[in-house]
């Protein structure tokens, strides 16, 4: 079995345990996690930087929050912003977290910044993810957008978001997919070996 064989199975049974993950979580503590970046995240974060970020789906971890903090601490927020479906992903602007006036729907249905949003380069930036390791691995959707921009941003900080069920043994990587640097779950942070 190859690597793509097993990623594309892995990402079906993780989508599943994620979702499963979601909906087993009462909704006060839905709302209270994820609601500020915890204290080991903030310290390797400059006061200037640019953070880059995301729209949740429904079963991703959610990121608004974390969006309207950095806000609200004086840092330009940022998310992914595609132009055509097989298009690199940039990062553009983005004011308005908790309500989203400044998006607009983009490709794969996901809502975006729209395009007269100010295009920036993120010096952190949180991903989503199905599957994540304690070295950093990370099995995304499956798009390679995250893998090609941090490849081409190495000196981001890259930092995943996940529920605690997400985290398995060793997620196959093949060798352009990208290591994060930290992993941030409700119940702990987990910092990569490399």
């Not at 969006?67 to 602007?93: I, N, T």
Request: aromatic content about 6%; hydrophobic content about 40%; proline content about 8%.
């Amino acid at each position: 079995m190859n690597h793509a064989t097993t990623k594309s199975q892995l990402r079906t049974q993780m989508r599943a345990t994620r979702k499963a993950s979601v909906a087993a979580l009462p909704d006060a503590v839905r709302s209270l996690v994820f609601s500020r970046p915890p204290a080991p995240i903030l310290e390797r974060i400059a006061h200037d930087a640019v953070i880059g970020l995301y729209r949740a789906s429904s079963s991703e971890a959610p990121a608004e929050r974390y969006a309207q903090f950095f806000l609200e601490s004086g840092h330009a927020v940022a998310l992914p912003r595609l132009l055509a479906e097989d298009d690199a992903m940039r990062f553009a602007a983005h004011t308005d977290p908790l309500g989203g006036s400044d998006l607009e729907q983009g490709p794969h249905g996901l809502m975006q910044p729209g395009a007269d949003a100010e295009d920036m380069v993120p010096d952190v930036l949180f991903v989503p993810l199905l599957a994540f390791d304690e070295d950093g691995g990370r099995l995304g959707q499956g798009g390679g957008y995250y893998d090609r921009w941090c490849a081409a941003h190495p000196n981001a900080l890259r930092i995943g978001l996940a529920w605690d069920a997400q985290k398995i043994d060793q997620v196959p990587m093949e060798p352009h997919d990208m290591r994060l640097n930290l992993i941030v779950t409700p119940t702990r942070v987990y910092e990569a070996a490399a």
